[in-house]
């Protein structure tokens, strides 16, 4: 496997720190992307130690095309073998109060920046027969709730345009997976402001880590699933949001995040 590369955005902490562990591991040279500087050098590092190979760490913020420009100069000119798109971030907030900047961000970094890297890494892969590319979605993508509009939208073109990948592939050589997970314990809710405390388990609502996550959606992977949604409480989620009447669906799923609501208004 010398000399092969993985790229992987956001692989500071959570999901993109598992799947950097898990190539690493599968001997890998990685190229990892994050902005906290110290906590993913300090991650390159142990990952160089332990694991023996190269680690690459590119500091960028993939909102903006000048920082997704500074990742595709990183890694034009290396044998791309897999790229995992799974730098993203949510806001907690209705639409009408949010700032709009801010949720174009959600978009670029969930939807621009995927675009962006594939498209720059597709002709090597397609030429040498060879790649995979991973992105990662969320439930979200099957589930719209209350202040997630946004998110849940980005979420849901990210599995869509797999799909259409997919097809567009069909005999290159190229793989694509596009994968769902729910609830994962990394630091995505205590960026939006949630309590460790209130991760607990409770009916459908269940954690997974990161590196089950990843675990699961590898061995999706190895079976050439397209999408991979990792955990059987996320599945059956996913599943009965999907046969549910609409009408049913918004009323279960306006009991969320109702915090900061104003009170209903009388139609005339
Ligand atoms: N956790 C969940 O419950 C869950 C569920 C479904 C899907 N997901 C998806 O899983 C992926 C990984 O998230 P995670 O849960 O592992 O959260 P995380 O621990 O917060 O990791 C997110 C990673 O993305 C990077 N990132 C975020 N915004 C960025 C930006 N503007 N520019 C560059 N890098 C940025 C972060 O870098 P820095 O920290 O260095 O800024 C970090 O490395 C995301 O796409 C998320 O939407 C998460």
């Excluded at 790229?7 to 690493?24: C, D, E, H, K, N």
């Excluded at 630091?187 to 209130?198: L, N, R």
């Excluded at 699961?216 to 699933?225: P, Q, S």
Aim: with cysteine.
């Amino acid at each position: 496997m010398k000399g092969k590369t993985a790229v992987i955005t956001g692989a500071t902490s959570g999901i993109g720190a598992a799947y950097a562990l898990r190539f690493a591991r599968d001997g890998y040279d990685l190229v990892i992307t994050g902005r906290r500087r110290a906590v993913i050098e300090e991650f390159a590092q142990k990952l160089r130690q332990t694991q023996g190979g190269k680690v690459d760490v590119v500091l960028a913020e993939l909102s903006q095309p000048d920082g997704v420009e500074k990742l595709i100069e990183a890694i034009r000119y290396r044998q791309v073998e897999v790229l995992v798109n799974n730098a993203g971030f949510g806001i907690n907030s209705f639409y009408q109060e949010s700032d709009l900047n801010t949720m174009e961000q959600v978009v670029a970094v969930n939807v621009s920046t995927p675009m962006k890297l594939i498209h720059a890494l597709l002709p090597g892969m397609v030429q040498r027969g060879k790649g995979i590319i991973i992105n990662i979605s969320s439930e979200s993508a099957y589930l719209s709730i209350p202040k997630n509009s946004v998110y849940s939208g980005a979420k849901a073109f990210l599995l869509s345009f797999t799909e259409g990948l997919h097809l567009d592939l069909l005999n290159t050589g190229v793989i694509v997976q596009v994968v769902c997970p729910g609830l994962t314990k990394t630091d995505f809710h205590k960026k939006m402001g949630m309590k460790k405390a209130k991760q607990r388990n409770k009916g459908l609502i269940h954690w997974l880590s990161p590196e089950k996550v990843v675990e699961i959606a590898m061995k999706d992977l190895e079976k050439n699933r397209v999408i991979s949604i990792p955990g059987i409480h996320t599945k059956l989620t996913v599943k009965i949001a999907k046969v549910l009447p609409k009408n049913y669906y918004y009323k279960l799923a306006s009991t969320f995040n109702q915090k900061g609501r104003g009170k209903k208004k009388k139609n005339l």
